[in-house]
């Protein structure tokens, strides 16, 4: 499965990229100030489940306190993108560095837009001013993040180039809770000969350690320095007749932490190998208390739908493994699904474990359960515990169905479902557990009212 499509915002410093973000995104996600270089680290946003919306920082000298050099920053950018976005602020002649931007962008030979942001003010240029970066008039875009205009045009003309990946269309129907799949071709494919697994952690945690264990093979470097790993290495491993790529992805620092040009990059591979991935292994570091970066890298990965498994690495180096296991069970209180490996990369331990948890997970994802199964799990449900309502109103729900897997989603139908309280429907959640266990794979619900005019609750 592709990753979805990276859109990335890049220009120089004050030409409005992070304004743009929070216009697209509806809500103030990047920080927005007159000062230039605010933008420290890369900002991303999911937009409407169509694309990845990345605001780079602002491309300025190498002399300054950027470590890394402007052509280092549009490189990365180059590379991580499927559409690039060349912003300019629309009042200002474009420089050299505007022309080296568009220059570099051009000949990745992936589609680019011009973006002329700021077209709202009165000392806007004419569009022959930037005739000369090269882009064409008709892949040009008069806009203004403060007031909205030119954005439906631009985010109309982005769509036409992202809804042109096959992921978008899988996605679009999963996030439907549309069976995406025939049933004849789930049963074909129900052995999930290919699995992709990727290797998630903050840096130093030992990826690139067990990703060499696994591959028995130095392929990735080793180094006791943080944030060796720069690009997404991948290795093919066969297994019980099946083959499982391994993804070993850069480390991600806390933000604020990231330094910018190649590693502020990698955070932005690190998300793209979640999407593309079918199983992630969360690493977590049995020497290091774990932090609330570990618990937010696997909430994306259950967002993102994929299975998950918790590694505790480094587990020689510690005596007592019995209080870590207590306090990641408190921490990832949230994941009672995903199973917990300890392992030793220097050792061995349990690194071939690692194939059989992900051939398990990839089946359970594939898990398909009878509609008269779940309507009686529904139903011993609401006898042990009905659900709660308002004063004169209560939710009933009626059946259920699944109407898709990899991963299980279900689709309960019923009446003012919009009333139902969150504690309820993880209840739902862990009575179907109890029967289909499910282990590493997050599930997903959709409430449906019968009645059109109530509020319809998707979880």
């Not at 304004?19 to 890369?42: H, K």
């Not at 306190?65 to 993108?81: C, H, M, P």
């Not at 080793?222 to 991948?234: A, E, K, Y």
């Amino acid at each position: 499965m592709k990753s979805l499509p990276v859109v990335a915002l890049i220009g120089q410093t004050n030409a409005g990229k992070s304004s743009l973000l929070n216009r697209f995104a509806r809500q103030n996600i990047a920080i927005v100030a007159r000062e230039e270089g605010t933008t420290r680290d890369n900002v991303i946003a999911k937009i409407e489940n169509k694309f990845l919306l990345i605001d780079t920082a602002g491309l300025k000298n190498p002399e300054d306190d950027f470590e890394a050099s402007i052509q280092d920053q549009i490189e990365d950018a180059i590379d991580s993108a499927d559409l690039i976005l060349v912003t300019l602020d629309s009042s200002k002649y474009p420089d050299q560095k505007d022309k080296d931007i568009a220059k570099n962008a051009l000949k990745s030979k992936k589609p680019v837009f011009l973006v002329l942001n700021k077209s709202d003010l009165g000392e806007s240029l004419p569009d022959n001013e930037f005739l000369k970066l090269g882009i064409k008039p008709t892949e040009t875009f008069r806009v203004s993040a403060t007031t909205g205009q030119g954005i439906k045009d631009l985010k109309t003309s982005i769509e036409k180039i992202v809804e042109k990946s096959e992921y978008f269309e899988e996605y679009k129907r999963s996030a439907a809770g549309v069976r995406s799949t025939p049933r004849e071709t789930l049963e074909k494919d129900s052995d999930f000969s290919n699995i992709k697994l990727a290797l998630i952690g903050r840096p130093n945690v030992g990826k690139s350690s067990l990703f060499n264990s696994l591959g028995k093979k130095q392929q990735a470097i080793v180094s006791s320095r943080q944030g060796t790993t720069r690009d997404i290495n991948r290795v093919e491993i066969k297994f019980k007749g099946k083959t499982i790529e391994i993804l070993d992805t850069a480390g991600l620092r806390k933000p604020g932490k990231r330094k910018v040009g190649i590693e502020k990059f990698s955070a932005i591979r690190t998300l793209s190998a979640i999407e593309e991935s079918d199983i992630c292994a969360l690493l977590v570091d049995a020497t290091e208390p774990h932090s609330k970066l570990d618990q937010s890298l696997a909430g994306q990965i259950v967002e993102a739908g994929k299975g998950i498994i918790v590694i505790l690495t480094k587990a020689d180096l510690v005596e007592n493994t019995d209080e870590i296991l207590d306090k990641l069970e408190y921490d990832f209180n949230f994941l009672p699904f995903a199973p917990v490996l300890i392992t030793s990369s220097k050792t061995g331990k349990n690194v071939t474990k690692l194939f059989e948890l992900a051939e398990e997970i990839a089946k359970n994802r594939k898990t398909e359960i009878k509609t008269s199964e779940l309507n009686k799990i529904l139903n011993d449900a609401i006898v042990s515990h009905p659900p709660a309502g308002l004063k004169n109103t209560r939710p009933k729900p009626k059946y259920i169905v699944q109407t898709d897997s990899n991963p299980p989603w279900f689709v309960v139908h019923g009446r003012d479902l919009g009333l139902l309280h969150w504690s309820w429907k993880r209840f739902l959640e862990r009575k179907i557990r109890e029967k289909y266990p499910l282990v590493g794979t997050p599930i997903f619900f959709s409430y449906r009212s019968d009645d059109k005019n109530k509020k319809e609750a998707d979880n």
